[in-house]
């Protein structure tokens, strides 16, 4: 049985793979080709240190995980345009759901900082990192 944690992660990689259009992976390593649809990476992040109360024993986690967004392509507005409809779709798949089915008290994306990144002898590509910030609640500090 996965801890909360892990459930917690499944479920939002599971809201990312309701995205339409990009591949979505978690933990991976960039790969040489970025899907034309784009390409979604689940970084597990990082649960910070917990808020603990008494009487029942709980760990409140403002856990941080973070999404990597990443097209390619030639024309530069092109391009713009697939990554503001990737990251529209992305907004409209965590705001359907933002507790990942009861399992989260909250999920709330931050404002994505874009990036143009040339690449020699191919595509230029424009990512960002979208920090999502997940707060739960847990019997267990390693949950």
Same mark, same amino acid.
């Given at each position: 049985?996965? /801890?909360?944690?892990?459930?917690?992660?499944?479920? @939002?990689?599971? /809201?990312?793979?309701?995205?339409?259009?990009?591949?979505? @992976?978690?933990?991976?390593?960039?790969?040489?080709?970025?899907?034309?649809?784009?390409? @979604?990476?689940?970084?597990?992040?990082?649960?910070?240190?917990?808020?603990?109360?008494?009487?029942?024993?709980?760990?409140?986690?403002?856990?941080?995980?973070? *999404?990597? *967004?990443?097209?390619?392509?030639?024309?530069?507005?092109?391009?713009?345009?697939?990554?503001?409809?990737?990251?529209?779709? @992305?907004?409209?798949?965590?705001?359907?759901?933002?507790?990942?089915?009861?399992?989260?008290?909250?999920?709330?994306?931050?404002?994505?900082?874009?990036?143009?990144?040339? *690449?020699?002898?191919?595509?230029?590509?424009?990512?960002?990192?979208?920090?999502?910030?997940?707060?739960?609640?847990?019997?267990?500090?390693?949950?």
């Amino acid at each position: 049985m996965p /801890t909360p944690r892990e459930s917690i992660l499944q479920a @939002l990689l599971a /809201t990312l793979q309701s995205v339409s259009g990009p591949a979505v @992976l978690r933990g991976a390593i960039l790969p040489e080709r970025i899907p034309l649809g784009g390409l @979604l990476i689940l970084r597990d992040g990082d649960p910070g240190t917990p808020e603990v109360t008494l009487s029942p024993l709980q760990y409140h986690f403002e856990h941080r995980a973070e *999404v990597e *967004v990443i097209v390619q392509g030639k024309m530069p507005a092109a391009r713009d345009a697939v990554f503001d409809a990737l990251l529209a779709e @992305l907004a409209s798949a965590i705001t359907a759901d933002r507790t990942l089915g009861g399992l989260c008290d909250w999920v709330e994306a931050e404002a994505p900082q874009p990036v143009d990144l040339p *690449v020699e002898g191919a595509e230029a590509l424009k990512a960002a990192i979208v920090p999502i910030n997940l707060t739960y609640t847990t019997a267990d500090p390693l949950g």
